[in-house]
Structures are given as C-alpha cells and as structure tokens.
C-alpha cells in the first residue's frame, strides 16, 4: 500500500474528477436514450461559437512556437 502524499492525492481526485464526468455524462445519455429531456432548441451563430473555441487554444499555440 502506498502512502498518501499530496500529489498522489492529486492524482487521486483527478481520477475521481473524470469517472464522476463519465457517470454524468452516461446518465445523461440514459435519460436521452429513454426521451426523459426537454431540449429547449435556438439559433446559434456557428461562426462567433468556433471563434470563442478556437481563441481558447490561441495560448497553448502561441506557447509551443
């Protein structure tokens, strides 16, 4: 048994981060599945939508030259 130092509980709550994703994200795929979700459809400008995404990666593309 390992010890818990910090950043194994880092890792740790990490781990604990991305399978509570996944279990939210499948339950949610199961109440679509079985018609239980309301959707609420609108018009979106898809280019102002890729424009804010893309501009998020601006800085991590910057960074690596």
């Known amino acids: 048994m390992r010890k818990l ?3 194994a509980g880092g890792s ?3 781990e604990v981060d991305v399978l509570s994703k996944l279990v939210d994200d499948l339950h949610q795929f199961l109440l679509s599945d079985e018609g239980a979700l309301a959707y609420r459809k609108e018009a979106t400008n898809l ?3 890729l424009e804010i995404t893309t501009g998020s990666f601006n800085d991590a593309i910057a960074a690596t030259g």
Do not use: E, F, H, I
Request: proline share 11%; net charge neutral.
């Open 12 to 14: 740790l709550q990490s």
């Open 5 to 7: 130092t910090p950043q």
């Open 47 to 49: 280019v102002q939508l």
